[in-house]
C-alpha cells in the first residue's frame, strides 16, 4: 500500500505513486497493491465527485486499487 497527497500547485501524485507501489511491489514479490490519493487541494471536486476506487496498472503491469478521497 502507498499513500500520497495532492497538495495545491502540484501535480497529479498518481504516476508517482504506481512507480514507487511497483518498487515495494517488486521487493516483496507481491502481484497486488492498494494505492491511496489524498486529494488536498481547495480546487478538488466534491467527495462525491472524486471519492471512490478504481483500477490502475504499475509500470511492470502489477494490478492496483485506487482509491482517491
Given at each position: 500500500?502507498?499513500?500520497?497527497?495532492?497538495?495545491?500547485?502540484?501535480?497529479?501524485?498518481?504516476?508517482e505513486?504506481?512507480?514507487?507501489?511497483?518498487?515495494?511491489?517488486?521487493?516483496?514479490?507481491?502481484?497486488?497493491?492498494?494505492?491511496?490519493?489524498?486529494?488536498?487541494?481547495?480546487?478538488?471536486?466534491?467527495?462525491?465527485e472524486?471519492?471512490?476506487?478504481?483500477?490502475?496498472?504499475?509500470?511492470?503491469?502489477?494490478?492496483?486499487?485506487?482509491?482517491?478521497?
Amino acid at each position: 500500500m502507498e499513500l500520497k497527497v495532492w497538495r495545491p500547485g502540484a501535480d497529479d501524485p498518481k504516476s508517482e505513486g504506481l512507480a514507487q507501489l511497483d518498487r515495494y511491489l517488486d521487493r516483496l514479490t507481491l502481484t497486488t497493491g492498494v494505492l491511496v490519493i489524498f486529494d488536498r487541494r481547495p480546487e478538488a471536486p466534491s467527495w462525491k465527485e472524486r471519492g471512490g476506487f478504481d483500477q490502475a496498472a504499475t509500470p511492470s503491469g502489477r494490478q492496483v486499487t485506487l482509491l482517491r478521497v
